[in-house]
Nanobody, 124 residues
């Protein structure tokens, strides 16, 4: 069974950092790409960052480029999203998702397997 489980959310002050983890099971990170998405009430789910399984290429939304970094640890079956210089507008529920995605990996409709989400709140 393909499963992903997020962790690491919490409350952080503006300008602070947080690292989210997405633990994978039931599949290989060499075969399935991972995407990070976020959603706030009343808004559509937004692609934040993703990593393509086949070549390890990483992709970012323009709103987070230069502040967020996605990385992969195959030995631990875990994908990380390091978030720095956090802003109040980064507040959202963050989800990781996985599927056999090989292009346009920031589009949520390309993924069938989702985690339960983790809340990130940026506030003073």
């Amino acid at each position: 069974q393909v499963l992903v489980v997020e962790s690491g959310g919490g409350l952080v002050q503006p300008g602070g950092s947080l690292r989210l983890s997405c633990e994978a099971s039931g599949f290989s990170l060499d075969d399935y790409s991972i995407g990070w998405f976020r959603q706030t009430p009343g808004k559509e789910r937004e692609g934040v960052s993703c990593i393509i399984s086949t070549d390890g290429s990483t992709h970012y939304a323009s709103s987070v480029k230069g502040r967020f970094t996605i990385s992969r640890d195959n030995a631990k079956d875990t994908i990380y999203l390091q978030m720095s210089s956090l802003r109040p507008e980064d507040t959202a529920v963050y989800f990781c998702a996985t599927d056999r995605v090989y292009s346009d990996c920031l589009h949520p409709w390309k993924y069938d397997h989702w985690g339960q989400g983790t809340q990130v709140t940026v506030s003073s």
